[in-house]
């Protein structure tokens, strides 16, 4: 179904043709189906389907004829700074002829300026919940004046610790039979539930199959290696495979610099994001990322949700996520809006415990690619990880030699694939 079949304002509609929105998305046609009639929903829909356009559509169809109060605002409650960012950009582009006005909440940036804007007035509020809490504590964000509640990323609030702040703020709300809401979630689980039962009024039920989680679009690739030579191989594959642009993630912070400074003095071009950097810093690493300034950023898990980069070519998971469900979260920033994307990821010793939990998430086996010798490239700047003393990082010809933690000559590494839990280089 497309968007010009849909019964909404010509404003609107001139929003969305100009946003290059044409066909909807499964998501996007269900939610709407519900949400354009008023009722509540709560949607399972991993990242990168089109939730975000559906309950913005939502909105500034809906408020316009709300007619009930002048004074009724909604309010987009979501998990970190980020994803406020890229949801207050893409609500901007919807506004364009719609005339509401629209801002975005959340700490570690002025506070001045953000006071200023909710005193000045603001119809769509976007905010982490921290700082929407903290607003209304201080009567500077009046929560009694919420006709439409939008909850996304509801999974993550609640494995971040959120849920006390959440309650605080439904409590400040108006009644769910006075207000809209919807609820969106990458799963829908016990806790969900329980919090749509609880805060939305008698919710549509929203569920994407499992099949669903990943996207058809996105191919995914799975190499095994040794971890002590795992930037080789993906210098290799950097190299070969010539990404436009590529989202790197690893698991720990320190990683993620050591990561982005080994491949800037490899010659690549690259970044590196993480939660401990100042606000102002992320959100401009993210500004140059988008922007095509530079072609790789390494991150950790504060940016596999809500981070969107049109046209993202590859995703690489340097390390395994640890958290099952991010691997999905990771693998969504490509692919997105019918796109097609390809996402790699290196299962070394350290973190291939958590392979088959994944798998069996996403209800498939991951490919397994053999990475022949060619495809490592000798390590030009191993003297900034710890990790790599004691060995010169040159296992990609066959006549190279390496040195182990006694310092005595081994010959180079050589593939076997004997099994698939067996693909380790050794």
């Given amino acids: 179904m497309f968007f010009k079949e849909l ?14 929105y044409t066909e909807m998305t499964p998501v996007q ?8 009639k008023g009722l509540d929903v709560a949607v399972q ?7 975000t356009a559906a309950f913005l559509i939502t909105l500034f169809e ?18 970190t700074r ?31 300026r953000q006071q200023a804007l909710l005193k000045k007035g603001v ?43 959440l309650r605080k703020l439904f409590q400040k709300m108006p009644p769910r039979s006075n207000r809209q809401s919807m609820l969106f979630g990458a799963t829908l689980n016990r806790l969900s539930r329980k919090i749509a039962a609880e805060y939305l009024n008698r919710p549509a039920m929203i569920e994407l199959t499992p099949e669903q989680l990943t996207v058809d679009t996105i191919s995914q690739e799975l190499y095994y290696v040794k971890s002590h030579i795992k930037p ?23 990683s993620a610099a050591r990561l982005a400074k080994k491949l800037e003095s490899n010659g690549l071009r690259c970044r590196y994001l993480t939660g401990d950097l100042p606000q102002s810093q992320r959100l401009r690493v993210i500004d140059d990322f988008t922007a095509g300034k530079f072609p790789y950023l390494v991150a950790t898990d504060v940016a596999a949700r809500g981070l969107h980069i049109d046209k993202l070519e590859m995703v690489i998971n340097y390390d395994l996520p640890q958290d099952i469900e991010n691997y999905v979260h990771r693998i969504g920033r490509t692919a997105r809006a019918g796109n097609s994307g390809k996402a790699i990821s290196l299962a070394c010793e350290k973190f291939r415990s958590h392979l088959d939990d994944i798998e069996s998430f996403i209800g ?3 490919p397994v690619q053999t990475a022949e010798n060619d495809l490592f490239v000798t390590d030009m700047g191993f003297k900034y990880g710890p990790e790599n003393r004691g060995h010169s990082e040159r296992p990609h010809g066959r006549s190279q030699q390496r040195r182990n933690d006694s310092g005595r000559r081994n010959s180079a590494p050589r593939h076997h694939a004997p099994g698939r839990r067996e693909l380790y280089l050794t």
């Fill in 123 to 165: 119809d769509i509020i976007i905010g982490t919940p921290g700082r929407l809490l903290d607003f209304s504590e201080r009567g500077e964000l009046n929560l009694h004046e919420i006709g439409f509640l939008v909850i996304d990323e509801a999974d993550r609030l609640f494995d971040m610790g959120f849920m006390p702040d």
């Fill in 29 to 36: 046609e269900q939610t709407l189906a519900q949400t354009l």
């Fill in 7 to 20: 019964a909404l304002s010509p404003s609107l509609q001139r929003g969305i043709a100009e946003r290059g």
């Fill in 232 to 254: 080789n191989l993906l210098l290799g594959i950097l190299q070969k495979r010539k990404p436009r642009n590529a989202l790197i993630f690893t698991n720990m912070r320190h």
């Fill in 62 to 79: 809906r408020m316009p004829l709300d007619r009930s109060s002048k004074k009724r605002k909604a309010l987009i409650i979501l998990p």
């Fill in 364 to 366: 498939m086996k991951i």
């Fill in 45 to 51: 829909s991993q990242t990168g389907t089109g939730k």
């Fill in 82 to 112: 980020e994803l406020a960012v890229q949801i207050e950009g893409e609500a901007k582009l919807l506004n364009r002829h719609m005339g509401l006005s629209v801002g975005a909440f959340y700490g570690g940036v002025n506070y001045t």
